[in-house]
């Protein structure tokens, strides 16, 4: 048996899902009439609070079309030095939005709104503004981190005494709500834009939804059309989207239980990097006698497989097609790998 730790978008829609699928009500969305599509993102713009939503083929055209609506072309956005926007998305922020990006150190969930504060750039003589904050929720790169709410709603002033937008990067916020327990809307309510993804942790296929304000989500439907997002009958895919909300969030806690499990029998090894909170167990390789694509290599001669984030780092992620046994036969390789 070969069991897949790489990523939460690896799963397999479900029975239930693929007959939902199969039976969802469609039309034409390009002109506004897949009544499924619609009533998607009814429903995450109600969870989260907030006026619209928008559905996306990908968390990173959600994004992308989040960020233009917040920061003009030439003007700047502040994230985490290892955000998603600007890690994984290929520079689409300046290849196609036009937007200049600032980091602060990579904090995951531990960031400092003071710090952020400090890094605004107002307007003034041929300076690059800055327009809109962004901040991961949960944080990829930085394990599953959750920031705290108290956190987000001290960043959340730091945003409103400067005049700037916050955009939440939100592929994983249904994690951050079942580790914390904070209701989505509660999120929602401090960001002017979100996005969130239903294909990593979810099981759906695909699909991810842009969510703002009412006016932003109607210039969102053009943005995502330039970039070449509109979509047909895609009512088949929102339909596994709306299952994957219904039937799968709840479950989410079991994914974190897994990843709790395998991150302590890793532990005697202190390879851990950071502390473990949802459902990504990140190894930190630096003082291992092996580096990622050796542990990498050595798992998948065993059955495993592992995602390398680079030369000495390597992420384990737990989701809906990982069972007891798959986690069992993980536990025995990957320590027995790192046990040397």
């Given at each position: 048996m070969v069991v897949d730790l790489r990523s939460d978008t690896v799963t397999r829609p479900s029975a239930g899902m693929r007959a939902a699928m199969a039976e969802a009500e469609v039309g034409d969305?390009?002109?506004?009439?897949?009544?499924?599509?619609?009533?998607?993102?009814?429903?995450?713009?109600?969870?989260?609070?907030?006026?619209?939503?928008?559905?996306?083929?990908?968390?990173?055209?959600?994004?992308?079309?989040?960020l233009q609506l917040l920061v003009p072309r030439g003007e700047e956005?502040?994230?985490?030095?290892?955000?998603?926007?600007?890690?994984?998305?290929?520079?689409?922020?300046?290849?196609?939005?036009?937007?200049?990006?600032?980091?602060?150190p990579a904090a995951g969930g531990q960031l400092d709104p003071d710090v952020v504060a400090g890094m605004v750039r107002p307007d003034g003589y041929f300076a690059v503004p800055t327009r809109a904050i962004a901040v991961e929720q949960t944080?990829?790169?930085?394990?599953?981190?959750?920031?705290?709410?108290?956190?987000?709603?001290?960043?959340?002033?730091?945003?409103?005494?400067?005049?700037?937008?916050?955009?939440?990067?939100?592929?994983?916020?249904?994690?951050?709500?079942?580790?914390?327990?904070?209701?989505?809307?509660?999120?929602?309510?401090?960001?002017?834009?979100?996005?969130?993804?239903?294909?990593?942790?979810?099981?759906?296929?695909?699909?991810?939804?842009?969510?703002?304000?009412?006016?932003?989500?109607?210039?969102?439907?053009?943005?995502?059309?330039?970039?070449?997002?509109g979509m047909?009958?895609?009512?088949?895919?929102?339909?596994a989207g709306r299952y994957a909300l219904r039937e799968h969030i709840g479950r989410l806690a079991d994914d974190h239980e897994r990843a709790a499990r395998l991150a302590e029998a890793l532990a005697p090894s202190g390879l851990l990097g950071y502390p473990v909170r949802t459902n990504?167990?990140?190894?930190?390789?630096?003082?291992a006698a092996l580096d990622a694509h050796a542990l990498a290599a050595a798992a998948r001669e065993r059955g495993v497989l592992v995602s390398v984030l680079g030369p000495r780092t390597v992420r384990l992620?737990?989701?809906?097609?990982?069972?007891?046994?798959?986690?069992?036969?993980?536990?025995?390789?990957?320590?027995?790998?790192?046990?040397?």
């Open positions: 969305d390009v002109y506004g009439e897949d009544p499924t599509v619609a009533a998607l993102e009814a429903e995450v713009a109600a969870l989260l609070g907030h006026e619209a939503a928008l559905f996306a083929p990908s968390g990173s055209m959600a994004n992308q079309i989040a956005l502040l994230c985490d030095a290892d955000a998603h926007v600007v890690t994984y998305e290929i520079g689409a922020a300046a290849a196609i939005g036009g937007i200049s990006t600032r980091t602060w944080h990829n790169r930085a394990g599953g981190g959750v920031i705290p709410l108290s956190t987000l709603r001290e960043l959340r002033r730091v945003a409103d005494a400067a005049g700037v937008g916050l955009h939440c990067d939100g592929a994983r916020i249904w994690h951050a709500h079942v580790a914390d327990g904070v209701p989505l809307g509660e999120y929602g309510q401090l960001f002017d834009t979100l996005s969130v993804c239903l294909s990593k942790g979810l099981g759906a296929p695909v699909g991810s939804l842009v969510v703002g304000s009412a006016d932003r989500i109607e210039r969102a439907r053009w943005i995502r059309k330039r970039m070449g997002g047909r009958q895609a009512g088949v895919l929102a339909a990504i167990v990140p190894l930190d390789l630096t003082k992620v737990t989701h809906l097609d990982l069972d007891d046994a798959g986690l069992d036969q993980a536990i025995e390789v990957l320590t027995g790998i790192v046990s040397g």
